[in-house]
């Protein structure tokens, strides 16, 4: 482009004459767009360096998840072992405290329990498990029979087909026999099921006996107000989960020795009712809402077809007279100070157990449930709840209006 002035020493010239002031802004936003071109250096140098760290933590992470996924049997174990050894503290602690005794003579008393209550298992309950096997295979076509004739008197036709309950009950007698003798037997079980067991029971030994010093070695290495977070975490990790493991086992003992006294009483054989005890109460109290009644419903439905209807009634009438006074009067008694959870959050957190981590998932779910809820309850602001809804029951009292501020009250005299 030609100026003005250039433009007029060129005579004859037929070059188009550009104003002044149009080639001063071409030359301003030439310059301006060459400082935008020209970025800062650092600029530069934080990209790079943020894109480092993004790949780094991107890479880091990826070989962590590669490092648990092939130690999640190693994770697994460590898992069920902190479950359990947070059960076995409150016992450990009382023995301690108590009597005198060393920590670690404590958690051997209870591993000792526990040898002698598989001895018993063995000695008394694989025998009636077995013998009830064999009686359900040699009665099953009898069985069949009772049944149908309940169901022709009820709905004019039959529930099970004779070869069906056959099969069914030499499937059941193969199954119960193999249960027996692997539970007799654990070597027969595999030498990986043996190592996993004799891991955990090592694991929940040192997290048992070693609790408070595992605890000072975390809360040494964090500040004063994290200590307190931390430690009212771990205290109300042992009180939820110890409280609910006692207290549950303590309502299986009595539920299913009772349940095994009202079977006995009605004329249930021995065989039968030894294992139906023990299975109605485990699944009663550790499957919560509707482990009641799946509990219940075998022993129940056994009895129709071995001693007869007013028999199998009388079995119903006392589960349900004694679930409510289990749920009115015991549960609330042995568990007023451990564990209170909401039933459709137990239902579904054993259901999200199960589904994540199969029967021991289940079994851990509740507490860890429990300790999650007191945990959300107490952490985190609150607020007075002002608002009265036209749904609320007639029984409860509306909330107390706000008080005023003071310019309320300013505007109130106003």
């Known amino acids: ?123 008394v309950l694989i025998p009636a498990i077995s013998s009830f096997a064999d009686q359900v295979n040699v009665d099953s076509g009898g ?32 199954g119960l ?32 006996a070693d609790a408070p010093r595992i605890q000072r070695a975390l809360m040494s290495r964090m500040p004063a107000h994290k200590q307190k977070v931390t430690g009212w975490v771990w205290d109300t990790a042992i009180e939820q989960t110890g409280g609910y493991f006692y207290s549950r086992m303590l309502l299986m003992v009595i539920n299913g020795g009772l349940f095994f006294v009202a079977m006995m009483l009605v004329g249930m054989p021995l065989a039968y009712a030894l294992p139906l005890a023990v299975f109605e109460g485990f699944v009663a109290e550790f499957i919560p809402a509707v482990g009641t009644y799946i509990g219940a419903a075998i022993p129940i439905l056994l009895a129709l077809v071995v001693l007869g209807f007013a028999q199998a009634l009388i079995l119903l009438v006392w589960v349900l007279i004694y679930q409510q006074v289990e749920n009115y009067w015991l549960s609330p008694k042995l568990s007023a100070q451990t564990m209170t959870l909401n039933g459709g959050v137990a239902f579904g957190a054993a259901l999200a157990g199960g589904a994540i981590a199969g029967p021991m998932g289940a079994f851990m779910a509740l507490p860890v449930a429990a300790l999650i809820t007191s945990i959300i309850s107490n952490t985190g602001k609150t607020y007075d709840v002002v608002y009265a809804s036209a749904y609320k029951p007639t029984d409860d009292t509306p909330p107390a209006p706000p008080a005023p501020s003071a310019d309320d009250g300013a505007a109130a005299s106003a």
Do not use: C
């Open 177 to 208: 026999a193999d249960w027996a003798e692997n539970l007799a037997g654990v070597a027969t079980s595999g030498i990986g099921f043996v190592f996993n067991m004799m891991t955990v029971l090592l694991f929940t030994f040192y997290f048992a």
């Open 143 to 174: 069985m069949a029979d009772k049944l149908n004739g309940y169901s022709q008197d009820l709905v004019g036709r039959d529930v099970i087909a004779q070869s069906t309950a056959t099969d069914a009950g030499a499937a059941a007698d193969t």
């Open 1 to 123: 482009m030609t100026s003005k002035d250039d433009a007029k020493g060129a005579s004859g010239s037929t070059e188009v004459v550009v104003p002044d002031h149009v080639v001063e802004a071409a030359q301003v936003g030439a310059a301006g767009k060459q400082s935008r071109d020209a970025t800062p250096g650092w600029v530069g140098k934080f990209v790079w360096s943020s894109l480092w760290k993004a790949v780094a933590v991107v890479l880091l992470t990826l070989f962590f998840l590669s490092v648990a996924w092939k130690a999640q049997t190693l994770l697994r174990m460590l898992g069920v072992s902190v479950f359990f050894a947070l059960a076995m503290i409150p016992a450990v602690k009382y023995m301690n405290e108590r009597w005198g005794w060393k920590r670690g003579a404590a958690v051997g008393a209870i591993y000792g329990g526990l040898v002698l209550f598989v001895v018993l298992m063995v000695v």
